[in-house]
């Protein structure tokens, strides 16, 4: 597995702010709602990407990435769904002209890192957004 740089991951969290977050929860025990209520707080504009829910944290929700208007650019895909299903993502992720895939921590799948590095996306994976960002960017900051 290709292992991204802290100096890599460090420059997509200060570049990118667009975050189309496929598997965000409206259920505030998740680990994708807490994830996303920070990455909002610290300025990142979120797209959740949820068939069953029509609007999560103040933003619509959009039942996959092909729903999210043109008007709306996606630098950084999150994903927060198992691992088995990050090809699918990865080939949406490809045409709406998305630069990064993030792989959630936990989530590793080299057939869709692959495909996403060939198409020209950055590829994170195994790594928390908000842990990284908190790491990296954040570090003197109390998150809670």
């Known amino acids: 597995m290709m292992s991204t740089t802290d100096a890599e991951l460090k420059r997509i969290l200060t570049t990118y702010k667009q975050v189309a977050t496929v598997g965000l929860s409206a259920d505030v025990t998740k680990d994708s709602f807490g994830v996303a209520t920070y990455l909002k ?3 990142f504009h979120l797209i959740p990407i949820n068939p069953h829910a029509k609007e999560i944290l103040g933003e619509t929700a959009y039942r996959s990435l092909l729903d999210i208007p043109r008007n709306k650019p ?3 895909v999150q ?3 198992p691992a088995e299903e990050a090809p699918g993502f990865v080939d949406q992720a490809i045409q709406i002209g998305a630069k990064v ?4 921590l936990g989530i590793v799948n080299e057939a869709a890192a692959q495909t996403a590095r060939a198409a020209g996306l950055e590829v994170v994976m195994d790594h928390c957004m908000m842990q990284e960002h908190h790491r990296l960017v954040r570090p003197n900051e109390v998150v809670f």
Do not use: H
């Open 41 to 43: 707080r610290e300025g």
């Open 74 to 76: 996606v630098e950084i």
């Open 79 to 81: 994903l927060f769904r």
């Open 101 to 104: 895939v993030w792989m959630q």
